[in-house]
C-alpha cells in the first residue's frame, strides 16, 4: 500500500520534472506552438558551419538541433558576422550562439556559456616554402585573422604588447578571406582554428600548417546572461549526448581522425 503510494507519488513527480524540462519550449500561450531556439552563428567555418547549397551544417548545426529536438523546441539558423554573435545573444535576437565559439573572460562578461563540447586549439597557417616555422617567427609579417575571434585577439594583444616587432594584423570577414589572400601572396600567414584550417589548406594548394600550435581552447554554447533556465537544460542534454556517445558521433561524421 504504502509502497503504491510511494510510485505514485514518484510518477508524479518525475512528471512535473519532465514538464519543467519541457517548459522552455512547450510554449506558455496553451494553442501547442512550439517555441523556436535561434542560433546565432558565422557558417563560413567548416567543419562547425558552412553552406551546403542553401543549407547551412556542421557539427555545431547538429549539435544544436539535436538539443533543441531533446528541449522540443523548433530549430533555427541564423547565420550573421562573427562579432555579431554576443550581441544578438545578449539582445535577445538569437537564444544561443555556436559558432566554434571560444570561452574567454572577456566574453564571459556579456554571455554566459554552457559547458564545453569540444576543444581546439589556434594553429598558423603559411604558404609551403614559408621562412616561418614557429610562432616565434611571426616578427615583421603580415598575419590575417578572422575580425574578432581569438586568433584576432590573440595576436593583436600580441603585437601591442611587443611580443612580435614590425608584423601587422589584417582583420577579414571570414577565415576563408584570409586564407584567399595569404595564397595571393598578400600576407604571410593565417591565425586559425584547427579543424577549420585543415579544410582550407586542404582546398587551397602550396599552404601548409605549423605543427608547432599557438594556442588551445574550449568552444562551448553562448546563452544570455542569467538565462540560467536555458543554460541548465542545455547542460543537461549535452551530458547525456556526451554519456550516450551522440556528442562524439556527430564529431566524428565531421572530423577523421588522423
Ligand atoms: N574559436 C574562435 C573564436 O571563438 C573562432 C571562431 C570562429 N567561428 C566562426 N563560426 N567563424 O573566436
Known amino acids: 500500500m504504502i509502497m503504491k503510494y510511494f510510485k505514485k507519488v514518484l510518477c508524479v513527480m518525475l512528471a512535473a520534472l519532465m514538464l519543467a524540462s519541457f517548459a522552455a519550449c512547450s510554449g506558455n500561450s496553451g494553442d501547442g506552438a512550439k517555441k523556436t531556439l535561434v542560433m546565432a552563428t558565422n557558417a563560413y567555418f567548416p567543419p562547425y558551419e558552412y553552406y551546403e547549397g542553401q543549407d547551412i551544417v556542421g557539427i555545431d548545426v547538429e549539435i544544436m538541433a539535436a538539443i533543441a529536438e531533446k528541449m522540443g523546441c523548433d530549430f533555427e539558423v ?127 594548394e602550396g599552404l601548409k600548417i605549423l605543427d608547432a600550435e599557438y594556442v588551445e581552447e574550449e568552444y562551448a554554447i553562448a546563452v544570455k546572461k542569467g538565462n540560467t533556465e536555458l543554460l541548465d537544460q542545455i547542460n543537461e542534454v549535452l551530458a547525456e549526448m556526451k554519456e550516450n556517445g551522440e556528442l562524439q558521433q556527430i564529431i566524428d561524421k565531421y572530423i577523421t581522425a588522423d
Open 78 to 204: 541564423a547565420d550573421m558576422e562573427f562579432d555579431s554573435i554576443i550581441n544578438a545573444v545578449d539582445s535577445g535576437k538569437a537564444d544561443v550562439g555556436l559558432a566554434g565559439m571560444t570561452v574567454t573572460e572577456d566574453r564571459l562578461k556579456n554571455v554566459d556559456f554552457s559547458d564545453s563540447y569540444a576543444t581546439s586549439k589556434q594553429v598558423i597557417i603559411v604558404p609551403e616554402d614559408s621562412k616561418i616555422a614557429s610562432p616565434d617567427d611571426l616578427n615583421n609579417v603580415k598575419i590575417g585573422v578572422q575580425l574578432g575571434t581569438t586568433g584576432d585577439i590573440y595576436i593583436s594583444g600580441d603585437i601591442e604588447d611587443g611580443v612580435y616587432t614590425g608584423s601587422s594584423v589584417e582583420q577579414y570577414n571570414s577565415g576563408m578571406e584570409a586564407v584567399l589572400s595569404l595564397t595571393q601572396g598578400k600576407i604571410d600567414a593565417v591565425v586559425i582554428d584547427e579543424q577549420p584550417a585543415k579544410v582550407f589548406v586542404e582546398k587551397n
